[in-house]
């Protein structure tokens, strides 16, 4: 035992030798001093010598361990030394300027839009992205064996309910919260609902898999296409800061009858048609409607009682017109150079 005692001693001044930072002090004081180390196995199996054998090796045994428990902290002081050299700061020296984050250029257009809507009497509500099919499709008026569900690229959660059926999806728009909203608060309503939607379609430079919408909702009685058009004005003067040329057409939605689609000229080619207008000149920004008296029921609103309007606002594609940009994926990019620059 006393050969191995030496040995052991020998290689453990010959690791702490090497020894250049804290973490592999610290590593090897746990090797060779720990509970379960090397040299603590070794002092414990003294207790099993003879009496002669033992007062002999114990005495060299605790001789090596004062060594090199001394050794240990020598070495500890050293590396401690040297950090703070290290780690020495000039104060007289001038600082470094930290870098400042900034809101998102969609976040900012939505903040204005929060603002612009509560001045009118909106409350801004939210729901879930991870959606029922019952709120993102069923009480939209848009049942499983429509074919309106074909106008919508689906992602559909890989979960199956009791029935054996996939009921879960990331919502495809806004429009779940129309219905959330009315089974809350009930009628007269005036709310928008900003958020994420996502569908699994191929991206270009007006198309992405993950985009914002504003859903617009107001019940109350006597609701017309009159007021919708009057809000939507309003909302685009407000962020446009002057007024857009727009136009409207009557569109097909399974939850608004009638339906109709605000395209508003293009900003970046200003109507000489680029990619990110399909080189059309327009750019199709809102589709809304009156309310469907489905969607009112499903919401339990009495729709002979009651009317009322909705859209959804293109954020992302508003956001685009708003700033001049030319390709929707780069807000979802992550690149500084382009982020910046807002």
Not at 240 to 259: A, L, N
Not at 271 to 290: D, R
Request: charge should be neutral; hydrophobic fraction near 40%; charged fraction near 25%.
């Amino acid at each position: 035992m006393e050969i191995q005692l030496n040995k052991l001693k020998e290689k453990i001044l010959s690791d702490l030798e090497k020894v250049t930072d804290s973490s592999a002090w610290r590593d090897l004081e746990i090797k060779y001093l720990g509970r379960k180390g090397e040299l603590t196995k070794i002092l414990r199996s003294v207790a099993d010598l003879g009496e002669a054998e033992k007062k002999n090796i114990g005495k060299l045994a605790n001789n090596i361990k004062t060594e090199i428990v001394a050794k240990f902290a020598a070495v500890k002081n050293i590396i401690l030394e040297k950090s703070v050299n290290q780690s020495f700061i000039d104060a007289t020296l001038p600082g470094q300027e930290i870098d400042r984050g900034h809101l998102h250029p969609i976040t900012q257009v939505q903040n204005e839009l929060e603002d612009l809507f509560t001045s009118m009497g909106f409350m801004v509500i939210g729901g879930p992205e991870l959606e029922s099919d019952y709120y993102n499709f069923e009480a939209l008026n848009i049942p499983k064996y429509h074919p309106a569900r074909d106008m919508q690229d689906t992602f559909y959660i890989d979960q199956k309910n009791k029935a054996g059926e996939y009921d879960l999806v990331m919502r495809c728009h806004t429009s779940p919260v129309q219905i959330r909203a009315m089974q809350k608060y009930g009628a007269p309503l005036r709310c928008i609902a900003p958020g994420r939607a996502f569908r699994s379609e191929a991206t270009d430079a007006c198309h992405d898999h993950t985009f914002y919408q504003l859903e617009g909702l107001m019940i109350d009685k006597d609701i017309s296409i009159a007021n919708l058009i009057a809000i939507i004005k309003e909302l685009l003067n407000g962020i446009f800061k002057k007024e857009i040329e727009i136009r409207i057409r009557p569109g097909y939605f399974p939850f608004v009858e009638p339906g109709i689609e605000l395209d508003i000229k293009c900003t970046i080619c200003n109507g000489k048609k680029c990619p990110a207008c399909k080189n059309s000149g327009w750019l199709e920004l809102l589709p809304a409607g009156l309310v469907h008296p489905n969607v009112l029921k499903a919401g339990g609103i009495d729709s002979k009682k009651y009317s009322g309007f909705a859209f959804g606002l293109g954020l992302t594609r508003l956001a685009m017109m708003k700033y001049g940009i030319n390709d929707i994926r780069l807000f979802n990019s992550g690149d500084l150079r382009f982020l910046e620059q807002f």
